[in-house]
C-alpha cells in the first residue's frame, strides 16, 4: 500500500459528461502529480501541484482541469468527455516539489470508461 | 526536451534464465533515471533509482540496473527471472536541471517469465 488513495477505482459515463477524480496523498507529502495511462500512448504526465500551486503542466487537454486544496487533497476535473478520454487515471505524490531525486508514490488509478 | 526510449513492448524468458529489460533515455543535462513496476489492476511500485555515483544500482526484489552515460541507456537486469515478476516495467527519467521538470516515463515493457 503507498498510501495515496484513488477515488472512485472505477467509472463509466457517456460521451459530453463530466467526472471528477479525487486523491489522497501521502500524508505530508506537499505535492501531487496526475498521469494519464493508455495503451497507445503509455503514461502521460498531466499536472503537477505542490502545497496548493500548480507547479508544472504537461500534456493537458484545456476540458481537463485540476486543483489542489489546503488539506493537499487533490481533484482532477474531465469535462465534454469524448471516447478518447477512457483510460486509467493515476495519482502520485511526493514529499517535496519538483527538481527532486526522490521517487514518486503511485495510488491505484481510476479507470475511466467513456462510452 | 526529457524522453524515454523502451525499445520492446514484450520480453519473454524462462523462470531461472537472466533478463534484461532495455531503455535509453534523452536529457539536456544529466539524468536522474527510475525503474517502476506496475502489477495488474495496481498503481506502479518504484524499484529503484539512479542519481550520483555507482553507476551499478541495487533496488528492490533482486532488480539491479546499470546507468551508461555514453550509451545513454539505463537497462533493468535480473540475474534468474521468477514468474511472479512477470508484470509491466516502466522506466522514467528527469532532467538534473534548476527548476521544476516532471518525471517522464517511456510506454513500458511487459516482462513475462514462464515456468
Known amino acids: 500500500d503507498s498510501g495515496v488513495t484513488q477515488t472512485p477505482k472505477h467509472l463509466i459515463t457517456a460521451t459530453g459528461q463530466r467526472v471528477t477524480l479525487r486523491c489522497s496523498p501521502r500524508?505530508?507529502?506537499?505535492?501531487v502529480y496526475w498521469y494519464q495511462q493508455s495503451l497507445d500512448q503509455g503514461l502521460q504526465f498531466l499536472i503537477q501541484?505542490?502545497?496548493?500551486?500548480?507547479?508544472a503542466k504537461g500534456n493537458i487537454l484545456e476540458r481537463f482541469s485540476a486543483q489542489q486544496f489546503p488539506d493537499l487533497h487533490s481533484e482532477l476535473n474531465l469535462s465534454s468527455l469524448e471516447l478518447g478520454d477512457s483510460a486509467l487515471y493515476f495519482c502520485?505524490?511526493?514529499?517535496?516539489?519538483?527538481?527532486?531525486?526522490?521517487?514518486?508514490?503511485f495510488g491505484e488509478g481510476s479507470r475511466l470508461t467513456v462510452l | 526536451a526529457q524522453s524515454v526510449a523502451q525499445p520492446e513492448d514484450q520480453v519473454n524468458v524462462a523462470e531461472g534464465n537472466p533478463l534484461t529489460v532495455k531503455c535509453t533515455y534523452s536529457?539536456?543535462?544529466?539524468?536522474?533515471l527510475f525503474w517502476y513496476v506496475q502489477y495488474p489492476n495496481r498503481g506502479l511500485q518504484f524499484l529503484l533509482k539512479?542519481?550520483?555515483?555507482?553507476?551499478l544500482v541495487k533496488g528492490s526484489y533482486g532488480f539491479e540496473a546499470e546507468f551508461n552515460k555514453s550509451q545513454t541507456s539505463f537497462h533493468l537486469k535480473k540475474p534468474s527471472a521468477l514468474v511472479s515478476d512477470s508484470a509491466l516495467y516502466f522506466c522514467?527519467?528527469?532532467?538534473?536541471?534548476?527548476?521544476?521538470?516532471?518525471?517522464?516515463f517511456g510506454k513500458g515493457t511487459r516482462l513475462s517469465v514462464i515456468a
Open positions: 536529457v539536456s543535462g544529466n539524468p536522474y
Open positions: 500524508s505530508g507529502d506537499l505535492s
Open positions: 501541484y505542490y502545497n496548493g500551486e500548480e507547479r
Open positions: 539512479y542519481i550520483t555515483g555507482d553507476n
Open positions: 502520485a505524490s511526493s514529499p517535496q516539489g519538483g527538481g527532486t531525486t526522490g521517487e514518486l508514490f
Open positions: 522514467a527519467v528527469r532532467d538534473r536541471v534548476p527548476g521544476n521538470t516532471p518525471l517522464v
